[in-house]
């Protein structure tokens, strides 16, 4: 599967952006999704992630309750809504596919395809 990640930009501290997860290739419903982050010097984090019909989600501590992970399989597509941004969310973002039957997948490691990345900026 392909992804393509798009969304990314310079906002304030404070202010929202919603970044989308386009796939293609295969079957996007048999994939759970999941975004990461890698901010400069340090190494890639988990984010957010998502079952493959959208019906369990997880969160990283220091996203959760500001972020909102989402999918729609009609149009293959895995949504991150960015609420509240802080400075220390800078970063690039990736998306990330993995097949799974069941369940959300939080580590980097078992994530099979990728997307390239969609640089994201809040200023204080």
């Known amino acids: 599967v392909q992804l393509q990640a798009s969304g990314g930009g310079l906002v304030q501290a404070g202010d929202s952006l919603r970044l989308s997860c386009a796939a293609s290739?295969?079957?996007?419903?048999?994939?759970?999704m999941g975004w990461f982050r890698q901010a400069p010097g340090k190494e890639r984090e988990f984010v957010a992630a998502?079952?493959?019909?959208?019906?369990?989600?997880y969160y990283a501590d220091s996203v959760r309750g500001r972020f909102t992970i989402s999918r729609d399989n009609a149009k293959n597509t895995v949504y991150l809504q960015m609420n509240s941004l802080k400075p220390e969310d800078t970063a690039v973002y990736y998306c990330?596919?993995?097949?799974?039957?069941?369940?959300?997948?939080?580590?980097?490691?078992?994530?099979?395809?990728w997307g390239q990345g969609t640089q994201v900026t809040v200023s204080s």
């Open positions: 990330a596919a993995v097949p799974r039957y069941y369940g959300v997948v939080t580590t980097s490691g078992e994530y099979r395809y």
């Open positions: 290739g295969r079957t996007f419903s048999n994939y759970a």
């Open positions: 998502i079952s493959r019909g959208g019906g369990y989600t």
